[in-house]
């Protein structure tokens, strides 16, 4: 089922069953993203803020280049994620009052999909330097693997088998 034809079904579902307008509908969504976004920004925001503090530690002298490149591209995702994570709050102010709730609620889906990504995406690095930086050797990247593994599983399989599964 495409996902034009997904929505519709799923309006039609929330106008029967919920008797929700479509307006409401948008309020809803809205308002189920924001709290999907709250939960996240405070894990992003507190990743990125460790990050930052990193370079300013005695031992980060001692790391090998390969961990200083890890580092800078675990950062890299990480202030990536942040900005996608919160880029949803800025549209809402500009798009404010001007009756844009749908393209506000489908750009910051698009935007919450693509910072959990880059979330991911650093919190592999993390996980994947700090065994290589405390244990070294083969650690770094079996652990990080295995946290990449474990996210894509419970933030990507799971959600995509459960949607298959109870589609209307």
Do not use: C, K
């Not at 990193?54 to 002298?61: D, K, N, S």
């Amino acid at each position: 089922m495409s996902d034009d034809s997904d929505e519709t079904a799923d309006s039609a579902w929330d106008e029967q069953a919920r008797d929700e307008t479509p307006v409401e509908r948008l309020d809803r969504n809205w308002t189920d993203l924001l709290q999907e976004l709250r939960v996240v920004q405070t894990g992003v925001q507190f990743l990125t803020g460790f990050l930052l503090t990193l370079p300013f530690q005695a031992r980060f002298a001692s790391l090998s280049s390969a961990q200083q490149n890890l580092y800078l591209v675990t950062v890299a995702a990480s202030v990536a994620a942040t900005g996608f994570l919160i880029a949803p709050v800025s549209l809402h102010r500009i798009l404010f009052r001007r009756h844009e709730r749908r393209v506000t609620v489908a750009a910051a889906h698009r935007l919450a999909q693509i910072g959990v990504t880059l979330l991911a995406l650093a919190i592999v690095g993390v996980v994947w330097l700090i065994f290589d930086v405390v244990r070294g050797g083969a650690y770094g990247p079996v652990f990080g693997a295995g946290t990449a593994l474990l996210l894509l599983l419970l933030w990507g399989a799971l959600p995509w088998s459960l949607r298959i599964r109870h589609t209307h």
